[in-house]
């Protein structure tokens, strides 16, 4: 387990009463493991693998239980420090540009009823790179329809893009009109 987190668990005293961390130690752990994750490359992970990290850690009783994590979890998102998919997994990139963060449009494709479909990355393309700068994500302003939540090579983004760009039949969202006094 990462160094960092070892020594901050070191100087934790549980509640006497109950044998557990308070919310705020247990919540910073948690952002800590999150933290120690990412370094490690990863871009996702599971609340059963957090589970089981946390289970690791010689201290695990004072964490609390999975519901403990759950609700640790929700606060994490809720502090923007991670992402929670609808298919219950955790994004550990949080300027991942779906459902938040900061987006760049790399290409802009059209689709059959003029709305685009954007193929985004987290990094703005910088102009001496003829290579994307990292992993991209497509997305439809028309129809709403996306890649998903995993970034993947933007080859594959591209082709994927293209391929909804010329089925969709959706129209571009409509303009907000200004507010008249």
Same mark, same amino acid.
């Given at each position: 387990?990462?160094?960092?987190?070892?020594?901050?668990?070191?100087?934790?005293?549980?509640?006497?009463?109950?044998?557990? *961390?308070?919310?705020?130690?247990?919540?910073?752990?948690?952002?800590?493991?999150?933290?120690?994750?990412?370094?490690?490359?990863?871009?996702?992970?599971? !609340?059963?693998?957090?589970?089981? &990290?946390?289970?690791?850690?010689?201290?695990?009783?004072?964490?609390?239980?999975?519901?403990?994590?759950?609700?640790? *979890?929700?606060?994490?998102?809720?502090?923007?420090?991670?992402? *929670?998919?609808?298919?219950?997994?955790?994004?550990?990139?949080?300027?991942?540009?779906?459902?938040?963060?900061?987006?760049?449009?790399?290409?802009? *494709?059209?689709?059959?009823?003029?709305?685009?479909?954007?193929?985004?990355?987290?990094?703005?393309?910088?102009?001496?790179?003829?290579?994307?700068?990292? !992993? &991209?994500?497509?997305?439809?302003?028309?129809?709403r329809a996306s890649g998903g939540t995993d970034a993947q090579d933007l080859t594959l983004m591209r082709a994927q893009a293209a391929d909804h760009a010329r089925d969709c039949l959706a129209l571009?969202?409509?303009?907000?009109?200004?507010?008249?006094?």
């Amino acid at each position: 387990m990462d160094s960092a987190l070892a020594a901050h668990l070191s100087g934790l005293t549980p509640d006497r009463h109950t044998g557990r *961390l308070k919310g705020d130690d247990a919540y910073e752990v948690l952002v800590l493991l999150l933290a120690a994750f990412r370094d490690l490359g990863r871009d996702r992970t599971t !609340p059963d693998e957090l589970h089981a &990290a946390i289970a690791s850690i010689d201290t695990r009783n004072a964490f609390g239980g999975r519901r403990v994590l759950h609700t640790l *979890l929700r606060e994490a998102a809720n502090h923007h420090r991670i992402r *929670l998919t609808a298919a219950g997994h955790i994004l550990l990139r949080t300027d991942a540009p779906s459902d938040g963060g900061p987006e760049h449009a790399w290409i802009r *494709l059209e689709n059959r009823g003029g709305a685009e479909v954007e193929i985004v990355g987290a990094d703005p393309w910088p102009d001496t790179h003829q290579v994307a700068p990292g !992993p &991209a994500w497509w997305r439809c302003t028309g129809c709403r329809a996306s890649g998903g939540t995993d970034a993947q090579d933007l080859t594959l983004m591209r082709a994927q893009a293209a391929d909804h760009a010329r089925d969709c039949l959706a129209l571009p969202a409509p303009v907000a009109s200004p507010a008249t006094d």
